[in-house]
């Protein structure tokens, strides 16, 4: 298995001792309103992502390029250019890894922690995050809780319609993960079944431990 880098705002899967969010309705974040509002009014919401992650060594980023889908209140969905593809939803998730040839299943407890900080941003955040504007559309968010496996901060940064254009974490070890998103697009719900991902022949089935 892989390490989970470059999932970990995604998905957010190495959140695991995170605790899960307040259920009650929380007024957003500036930096999350207009993502909020959008999903809210139209219950989809789909973006081109980039990530980038920079190699501690000094040598050249790795770079992932991929699709990424939201539904409210608890289905996210990535689709990586080079198969792989991740989703959650209320009641579990998969993980397609063609580079093992293995999906991974995992149960609606553990999606229930994997999905935290996409709900939480798609949520508001504010139970989550505190946050400092740093001006030019840019906001310092930084976790209130002290748990294993959160960012040091995170940095976003918005485009000229409020919604996220840059994200970039800062972790313990110092390295530095960045997530791109282009062409935000609004539409209707697609329900679960669109965040249920199908074993392709000859794969095998994991489940998350």
């Keep these: 298995m892989r390490k989970l880098s470059i999932e970990m705002f995604v998905l957010g899967v190495v959140l695991a001792c995170a605790p899960t969010p307040a259920p009650a309705a929380e007024p957003p974040l500036q930096a999350t309103r207009a993502l909020v509002a959008r999903l809210a009014a139209t219950g989809r919401g789909e973006a081109a992502i ?3 992650i920079a190699d501690l060594m ?5 770079v992932d390029r991929g699709r990424l889908a939201l539904e409210p ?13 991740l989703a959650v939803r209320g009641d ?3 993980w397609v ?3 093992a040839r293995q999906v991974i299943r995992m149960t609606r407890d553990q999606v229930g922690l994997a999905a935290w900080l996409w709900e939480t941003f798609m949520k508001g955040g504010q139970s ?10 840019r906001f310092l968010l930084t976790p209130r809780a002290d748990a294993v496996g959160l960012p040091e901060s995170v940095t976003l940064t918005l485009d ?5 254009a840059t994200i970039e974490f800062e972790e313990a070890g110092g ?7 282009e062409g935000w697009r609004f539409r209707a719900a697609r329900g679960a079944a669109a965040f249920k991902l199908a074993t392709p022949a000859g794969y095998t089935v994991v489940e998350m431990p």
């Design 50 to 52: 980039t990530v980038s």
């Design 58 to 62: 000094g040598g050249a980023d790795r």
């Design 73 to 85: 209140p608890d289905r996210a969905r990535l689709d990586f250019a080079t198969g792989e593809k």
């Design 92 to 94: 579990g998730g998969e």
């Design 97 to 99: 890894q063609p580079a």
């Design 128 to 137: 989550a995050f505190t946050e400092r504007a740093l001006g030019g559309r």
């Design 160 to 164: 000229t319609r409020g919604l996220p």
């Design 175 to 181: 390295g530095l993960t960045r997530y791109r998103f």
